[in-house]
């Protein structure tokens, strides 16, 4: 027990290390989405992970110039990818549907904006 108790109080430390160096930078040279390795086709996985490298990528680019209008419509295109992805393969269930929110809220936190009563991501169909 005194093992989990340990793993586990190192998982939250590694969490929240992240959490309080998280930005645009260091999520775009992440691989999101490692638990779902061997659930999801090589494919698809990668094509979730590209969904979100290019909305970062738009979102740093968007960083110098860009209004909170381009940068909710940047997010907004994260759920309109993953409804297309989702309505060809099913793949997307409840824990993939927490991450992908969970990554949504991070990215918009990075931007100065919020998912607060899912404004960003009410359009999922997933």
Do not use: Y
């Not at 590694?14 to 061997?38: C, D, I, V």
């Not at 969904?51 to 940047?74: C, N, V």
């Not at 060809?88 to 991450?99: H, I, K, N, P, Q």
């Amino acid at each position: 027990m005194q093992e989990l108790d340990e793993r586990i109080a190192r998982f939250e430390s590694a969490r929240e290390q992240r959490k309080a160096n998280l930005s645009l930078e260091s999520m775009l040279h992440e691989t999101p989405f490692a638990s779902w390795s061997g659930r999801w086709p090589d494919e698809r996985l990668a094509e979730a992970r590209r969904i979100f490298s290019d909305a970062t990528a738009k979102l740093i680019a968007l960083a110098e110039r860009g209004t909170p209008t381009a940068r909710s419509t940047a997010l907004r295109k994260i759920v309109d990818a993953f409804n297309r992805l989702d309505n060809e393969t099913g793949l997307v269930e409840s824990v993939e549907r927490d991450a992908i929110v969970e990554r949504i809220d991070e990215l918009a936190t990075c931007v100065g904006l919020e998912n607060a009563r899912e404004r960003l991501t009410r359009r999922r169909t997933w």
